[in-house]
C-alpha cells in the first residue's frame, strides 16, 4: 500500500508502519522513464448529466471530445451471464466540434453505483478514456449484501464480523465511540488529498443504499480530503484477529489520475500496548507486515499506470531485512471470469492467512500465495479500506475534468478467524457518557501530566477517554472534541491566573494519574457555549506535595454565584474518586478529589477555586462537561 524510505529509522521511532517513496514494483510511476501511455490526451468534457449525478429512466449523455473524430460508450451490466457483461450503449461518429450524445436506458442496468465509460479516438493514434460516475436509483438490485454463503477461503473459520453499510456510518477521528477511526491508527496518513473525519469540512464518509461512498474532493482554494476507515482504535480495540483468519471485501473503485483505492490489512505492533509490558521492547522491534489485497491505480497517460483491469496485490515485511524480497503480483481482472475491471462493476477481494500460507483471491479465485510470515503468525492483523489521491510517493494526479471529485464505493467488508475471541469481539465500548467534554491542563515540558487519546479518566460514572489537552501556554481552548472525537462548540478559557502546577499523584494511575498530575493553580476557568440543554460539570483538582482546604465556585456569566462546595484535599492513597458534597465554608472530613454541578442550563459559567487552609498550591486539574438526561 505504501513503500518506505528509512523504514528502520520509522520502526525505532515509533514501531509502525512506515511509508515514501514509490519503487521498482511501480515502474507507471516514474515519469520520464517510460513512453507508456503517451497516445492518451483529455479530450472528453461531460456535458450532462452531472458526474456523479443520481439517474433513473432514460438518461441522455451529452459531451464534447474536441479533436476527435469517433466515440465509443459502454457499461456493465447484469445480464450474459454469472459475471454479467459488457453493453455497448453507442458507437457513434463525432461532430466536427466534438461533441455526441446517447440515450442511456438506466432501468436496464444495475441499481447503485454505476460507472459510463467513454472513449474516443481521433484517426490519427490519439485517443482518451473517461470514466462517468453515476448512482443509478432505477434499475436492477444485483449482488448487493453480503451473500450467505461463506467463501471458500474462509473454510474451517468462523464468521467474526460483518458490515453491509446499510446503515448509519459509524466513524470518528481514532475511533473512540465507533467501529472505525478516520485516520490510519498508529499515525502515517499518506494520501495527498488530507484523509478527512467524517464530520470534517468535505464530509468524505456517506451511506446510500447498501452502500459506503468514500468521497475525495478538492474545493477551490483547499488542500482538499478523501477518506479511510481503520477497523482498530487508537487504543488497540477494535477488529483485529489471529491466524487463521480471512479478510474479504467487496468495492468498486475510479479510474481517474492520481486516484488510489485500496483494501489492505497490517498487524497490530504496539498499538494498545502499555510501554511496561514485557513484551513491548520485543514488539516494537519485531517488524511490520502490510499485506495489500488490492490496490486500484487510476488513470491513462504518460507518468500514469495504463493498468486497464490490472491491480497491485503486495506483501510488505516492514522493517525486516532478513525476509527477502516481498512477494506481489498484478492480477488481470480482464483475464479472470468475469473479465470486467476494478472500475467497471463491484468484485470481492478476499485474503486468507494460515499458519502455513498466505493467499489472495479475486472473486474467489486464488491470484497469489506465498509463505505466512513470521510477525503476521504471531501478532493480529486489522484491516483498512481507503481511498487515497496521488499520496507521499509523488504519483500525479489530475481530476479537473471531473470537477475534482471522485467516489469509492464499498459494498460489505466481513473477518473470519479461526481461533475463540471474546464475546464482545467487534462491539464498540462504551465509557462514561457519550458526547462529554473532557479538558485537563497540561504542560508539553511535563509529558506525564499529557493526556493521551486512548487514557480514560474520571469517576466510574462520568470516566472518559478523548480528552483535550489545554497546555498551560495558552489561554483560550477552543476547536474541543467530544468522546467521540466529533468537534464540538464549547470553549475553555483561563480568565485569572495561568501559572501552571505540577502536582502529586496522590494514589492515582494510569490516566487518572495523568489528569491530576497537572493544573492551574488558584484560578477561575470559563466554559462557554454549551450546547446540551441540561449538562453537569464536573470539576478535578489537584494539589502540591502537600495538601489544602478550599472552596471552588460556580458563577454565572455576570460572575454571580451559583452554587460552590468546600474541598479538602489530599492524599488518597488508592486513587479513588471522592466526590466533595458540603456547601462553601464547611468543614470537611475529605480528602476529596472533584466536585460535579449538576443539572444546569446556562451556556456559560466560570468555575472559581480559592484556598482556605494548607500548604498545597491549589490547582484545577481538569474539567467535563457532561451531557445529562433533562
Known sequence: MVKSLAIAAAFA?????????????????????????????????????????????????????RG?????????????????????????????????????????????????RIEAIDGNGLRDYCELQLYNLGGVPWRQGIPKADPPGARGMKLVYKDDFDG??????????????????????????????????????GQQGTYLRIHASKPAGSKGCTGIISSLRSDGTGVAVPVPAYFECRLMCHSAPGSWGAFWTLTKGTIGMNVDDPRYAETKNAGCDELDVIECYGGYGKGHPNHGGKYGVTTHWWGQPQAGKPPHAFPDAMQMAGRSSWSWTFHTYGLAITETDTVYYFDDVEVLRHPTGPVTKSQDTWFLINYAIAGISGWPYDLERYGNESDMWIDWVRVYCGRPLPKDFGEVPSVGVKGSIGVNFSSKADPATVMRLWDVAGDAATGQAGWNNADASARRFVGLLDSCGSKTSVSVAVEKSARFETCESWGFRGGDERLHRGGIAESRIAVR??????????????????????????????????????????????????????????????????????????????????????????????????????
Not at 470518528?172 to 491508527?185: I, L, M, V
Open 168 to 205: 448509519p456510518l459509524s466513524i470518528s477521528p481514532d475511533g473512540r465511540g465507533a467501529k472505525y477511526a478516520a485516520h490510519k491508527t498508529g499515525g502515517g496518513d499518506f494520501s495527498g488529498w488530507p484523509f478527512s473525519d467524517q464530520k470534517g469540512d468535505c464530509m468524505p464518509f
Open 529 to 630: 457555549d454549551v450546547p446540551f440543554r441540561k449538562w453537569d460539570l464536573v470539576v478535578h483538582f489537584g494539589a502540591g506535595v502537600n495538601g489544602w482546604t478550599g472552596d471552588v465556585e460556580l458563577l454565572d456569566r455576570s460572575g454571580r454565584e451559583i452554587a460552590s462546595r468546600a474541598v479538602n484535599f489530599g492524599w488518597i492513597g488508592d486513587g479513588r474518586y471522592v466526590e466533595a458534597t458540603r456547601g462553601k465554608g464547611a468543614d470537611s472530613d475529605g480528602p476529596e478529589c472533584f466536585a460535579a454541578f449538576r443539572g444546569l442550563s446556562e451556556k456559560d459559567v466560570a468555575v472559581r477555586l480559592s484556598k482556605r487552609g494548607g500548604k498545597g498550591a491549589v490547582a484545577v486539574a481538569g474539567v467535563q462537561v457532561v451531557p445529562s438526561a433533562d
Open 13 to 65: 521511532l515509533s514501531a509502525l508502519c512506515a511509508f515514501g517513496a514509490a519503487n521498482d514494483e511501480y515502474p507507471e510511476f516514474r515519469s520520464g522513464e517510460s513512453t507508456k501511455g503517451e497516445e492518451y490526451v483529455q479530450a472528453i468534457k461531460v456535458l450532462a448529466p452531472q458526474h456523479r449525478s443520481e439517474v433513473r429512466g432514460n438518461v441522455t449523455v451529452e459531451f464534447e471530445a
Open 68 to 116: 476527435m473524430k469517433r466515440a465509443l460508450a459502454r457499461c456493465w451490466r447484469h445480464v450474459g451471464g454469472a459475471w454479467g457483461s459488457d453493453a455497448t450503449l453507442a458507437d457513434i461518429s463525432l461532430k466536427p466540434d466534438g461533441r455526441g450524445r446517447f440515450v442511456f436506458r438506466a432501468d436496464d442496468f444495475p441499481a447503485g453505483p454505476t460507472t459510463i
